[in-house]
């Protein structure tokens, strides 16, 4: 059984400080991950895949994948009021089709 | 990034009758798609897989009879709920995947059945 796992949260954080998500996996061979944001009552959008250990940077997101740790975590520097939603953890294995959503966790950014 | 359009947004129907989804990538091919489905506060529930020119794979629980996917072309899947209940009001998601295994989901569409 393929397992993602997320807090759930809320995770509260102010407005311009550093909220950091995480995400552990248990398929040692997974091979891609994303995190999406879904706001209340709206379908999930894509925010960043990685693929590879290390950083990858967008803007004032960044996603940190350690395969050897099996965890993926999503930074969002300065973060902002609107960016209060719930981030998806996403993870796809080579030897499946289907990817394995996280339950979510949820994002207060109060002013 | 890639765009899903979903049709409709919003259905409203009587018990019994059927509901038609529509799923399209609009800028890009999809061999497989997904069919989710969410309740209020509630996660992401993967109804089915639906791969173009087969047929669509069920997850557990989920009946096949009940909820039928069509697959016909690289840009268009289709979700029929048929002789709805109001236990099946939901929010149904529908997401198209790239080669690169990111998914870009629909609006989604918002089902009240009274």
């Known amino acids: 059984q393929k397992e993602v796992e997320q807090n759930s949260g809320p995770l509260s954080v102010p407005e311009g400080a550093i909220a950091s998500l995480n995400c552990t996996y248990s398929d040692r061979v997974s091979q891609s991950f994303f995190w999406y944001r879904q706001y209340s009552g709206k379908s999930p959008e894509l925010i960043m895949s990685i693929y590879s250990n290390g950083d990858k940077e967008d803007g004032r997101f960044t996603a940190q994948l350690n395969k050897a740790s099996q965890y993926v975590s999503l930074l969002i520097r300065d973060s902002q009021p609107s960016d209060s939603a719930t981030y998806l953890c996403a993870v796809h294995s080579g030897g499946s089709y289907i990817p394995t959503f996280g339950r979510g966790t949820s994002l207060i950014v109060h002013p | 990034g890639a765009v899903v359009s979903q049709h409709p947004s919003w259905v409203i129907c009587k018990s019994g009758t059927s509901v038609k989804i529509e799923c399209r990538s609009l800028d890009f091919q999809a061999t497989t798609m997904f069919w989710y489905r969410q309740f209020p506060k509630q996660s992401l529930m993967l109804m089915a897989t639906s791969n173009e020119g087969s047929k669509a794979t069920y997850e557990q629980g989920v009946e096949k009879d009940k909820f039928l996917i069509n697959h016909a072309s690289l840009t268009l899947s289709t979700l029929t709920v048929t002789s709805a209940h109001p236990e099946d009001s939901s929010f149904y998601i529908c997401?198209?995947?790239?080669?690169?295994?990111?998914?870009?989901f629909g609006p989604g569409t918002r089902l009240t059945v009274l």
């Open positions: 997401s198209a995947e790239t080669q690169g295994n990111e998914q870009f």
